[in-house]
């Protein structure tokens, strides 16, 4: 592979995380991923292995809901001249 090509991303690995697993439609889809991960890891009913395999796919969302909301706060930097404001609600 040549160095040019090295850091472009694939079209396949676009629609994936890096755990290789489907990366979600949106932030909301993702958080609702996360509920559910979060409610079956609580009931206390899944095997060792299930558990671990959770936990490593609410990390990767995790990440995921992270980079999303740093995106946003970017984007509001850009649209606030560089300098992120305090948000005050009209009245």
Known sequence: ??????GLASPE???QLPDGSAMP?????AMG????????MESGELPLEQLLSGY???AVLMQFCK?????????????DD???KVWKPQA
């Open 67 to 79: 980079d999303k909301l740093q995106a946003v706060e970017d984007q509001i930097k850009v649209l």
């Open 56 to 58: 490593q796919r609410a």
């Open 1 to 6: 592979m040549s160095k040019a090509s090295a």
């Open 25 to 29: 439609a949106s932030y909301e889809a």
């Open 13 to 15: 690995s676009l629609s």
């Open 33 to 40: 991923e996360l509920e559910g991960i979060a409610h079956r």
């Open 82 to 84: 560089g300098v992120l």
